[in-house]
């Protein structure tokens, strides 16, 4: 995987968002520490490290997830481009954050609705209409999260009725229907077998060329596998970031080499 | 290693208790349905003979072979009617406040207090509290309005309690779903925790009417009659608005009243009616709760998460 001559410098790759100084605190105790990370245009960002070292907390900000449950603070900023919104300033409206960004959780969570039902949602509450264009919309994000030829005939049904992988995909594609500026994968195939995780993992390939991903993962060759950059967190550190190969092959710090070599975590 | 012995007795003992706690629970059971069986085939057997179409098409009467309980069904459904439309709406609306938008501190701690203590109060409070408030500080009368008041306030902390055991069950990742596409909290409400604990609220809603409709206690202190040879005014009408609301100010009578009048008479012939009465209400809470088993049902084949 020597890729090193084709990787382009990292001033020169444009910018989807840029955390600065971000600090997130749980009432008292503080679970992110002033951490500095940006997120590249169209490509796919793999957060690691061990359980409870802030990885989800850290995704979790991004659609401000956190202002749904009292005794939450955040400090410092999530600015995205291209409009360089700062999405934490207490002015942005939450709901204007989520309607740009998209989040897939670690448990397939679909409505008890029809799969059509589920994937028009987010159309619905962003205010259309037209049956016809639900119609479209709906098999567009369908396809794009590679489930139409499974549903195509059965769109009716109710979406728990899915095996748990299509039900995985099926969320992606309620996520995809919104046309998200930056799709937010939190550990997205952690309750899946190992043949839904592999269809998963390829959906991830296909649509970073359209979208910026952000992808939190507990199993590293994941990490490895599907994304661009690697973030190494630690106790609500970002101890490591760079390209996953070198982040992977050439750490440049002693303890994430450890983490990623199975010496510990 | 082979099984011990000692190991051997101590899974035999074990599996003994384990079938002396089975034989507990069945005959607790049976007791249960013995009892239930044996009160239901009394009331069959001493009310049969009154068991005829008429029965529910005449009003009471000095005689106890004519004196039918129109007046009283009548009027505990419309009472019903009254107690539904109001305990329905604000017990859901208080049950979906508590449980998605009070924010945890004490005001919202002693309001749940308060309503857990409401479920405990004696219905014969209610029934004192609604003849000071309803009937005589607002002024309406021993009627079918005031009546549905009262059980609607009997029943709401039973209603507000269903609701939020129902939503409480509504798993948080659905609502997380919801919200992370930009779900405002009332399209969250509206859209998903409502519909998904609708079978749990509606079984909660019937399990709280069908104990208002066999209370006794409240109706009788507000004064409710227990002879009247007419119904209510009939809520439409030929001539225009073609509605009428007349029959909320009514004077009643429900069938517990009856049946309690029934019983104190001194004559043995009105012993009858009042076990085909008994039987007429036993069998209205019956079919009542069988419709929320068969709601719960319907509503709940497509529910999974």
Redesign the interface.
Known sequence: MNEELKKPELDSLAKKAQVSDLSFFYGAKQALKSINLTVYDRKVTALIGPSGCGKSTFLRCF?R?HD?Y?GNRYQGEIRLYPDDVNLLAPEIDP??V??RL??V?Q?P????KSIFENVA??LR??GERSRSVLIDRVEEALKGAALWNEVKDRLED?A?TLSGGQQQRL?IA??LA?DPELLLFDEPTSALDPIATASIEELIHELREKITILIVTHNMQQAARVSDFTAYMYLGDLVEFGWTDDVFFRPRQKQTEDYITGRFG | MAVSVHLRQTIERAKRRDLLFVALGVAALFLAFCTFLALFTNMVSAGWERFHPGFFTQYASRRAESAGILAAWVGSFAVMIVTGLVAVPLGIASGIYLEEYAPRNRLTALIEINISNLAGVPSIVYGLLALGMFVHYFNLGASVLTAGLTLALLILPVVIVATREAIRAVPGAIREAAYALGATRWQTVKDHVLQYSLPGILTGVIIGLSRAIGETAPIVTIGAVSFIAFLPPAPVTSSFPFVSFDWLASPFTAMPIQIFNWTSRPEEAFQANASAAALVLVLMTLAMNAVAIWLRYRLRRNLSW
């Open positions: 659609n997830m749904l009292p709901i204007e989520r309607m998209s989040m959780f448990k969570n679909p409505f008890p949602y987010g509450i962003r109710v728990t969320c309620r996520a919104c």
